[in-house]
């Protein structure tokens, strides 16, 4: 059974970055697959941040392209997410997922909350 | 690319069907057989329904169907429960490696 857990942070000053990583548990990212981030703020709906090819290729909303960045570990069996310069408007339930093929989502995380506040 | 629109609620009284649209462009929805669909309960992660237009994940009952007309995708629920209220979310690739969601429908079951 594949599960994912986000960790890091809850809080995060702006202007700072944000990170959080996933742990992978019931399967080795070595094996393949899509591996990504997917957000949503408090009330509002999910938007897609980023995927990462178990082999490093990468691809990231162009609205966040410029300060994301999204890699992979094998050797601890987990990928991670780096968002700098982060506002208020970054606010939200930060969930790690798995797509079998690039366009869903098939497995997901719990969710992390990340609060950006002085 | 902007995301899909969704009908911010749609309801129905158990047993009943009920069809919650997800419209796009001819460069995202129209253009590829890659709308997904997810449901998500209140402090849940979202669940994947529906995948590549009407393919269904092993465990997802098939009271739920999916479909696409044009630039419009659309996920219907038979036969409604209890259990189906929840919020639904489209998603579609939209070329480039870029994929966008729909705003979200939330589901009432009457």
């Known amino acids: 059974q594949v599960q994912l857990q986000e960790s890091g942070p809850g809080l995060v000053k702006p202007s700072e970055t944000l990170s959080l990583t996933c742990t992978l548990s019931?399967?080795?990212?070595?094996?393949?697959?899509?591996w990504g981030w997917i957000r949503q703020p408090p009330g509002k709906g999910l938007e897609w941040i980023g995927t990462i090819h178990h082999s490093g290729s990468s691809y990231y909303n162009p609205t966040l392209k410029s300060r994301v960045t999204i890699s992979v570990d094998t050797s601890k069996n987990q990928f991670s997410l780096k968002l700098r310069s982060v506002t208020a408007a970054d606010t939200a339930m930060y969930y790690c997922?798995?797509?079998?093929?690039?366009?869903?989502?098939?497995?997901w995380g719990q969710g992390t909350l990340v609060t950006v506040s002085s | 690319q902007s995301a899909l629109t969704q009908p911010p609620s749609a309801s129905g009284s158990p047993g009943q069907s009920v069809t919650i649209s997800c419209t796009g462009t001819s460069s995202d929805v129209g253009a590829y057989n890659y709308v997904s669909w997810y449901q998500q309960h209140p402090g849940k992660a979202p669940k994947l329904m529906i995948y590549?237009?009407?393919k269904r994940p092993s465990g997802v009952p098939d009271r739920f169907s999916g479909s696409k007309s044009g630039n419009t995708a659309s996920l219907t629920v038979s036969g409604l429960q209890a259990e189906d209220e929840a919020d639904y979310y489209c998603?579609?690739?939209?070329?480039?490696?870029?994929?966008?969601f729909g705003g979200g429908t939330q589901l009432t079951v009457l």
């Open positions: 998603s579609s690739y939209a070329g480039s490696n870029i994929l966008v």
């Open positions: 590549e237009v009407s």
């Open positions: 019931g399967y080795s990212i070595n094996s393949g697959y899509y």
């Open positions: 997922v798995r797509s079998t093929s690039w366009y869903y989502f098939d497995y």
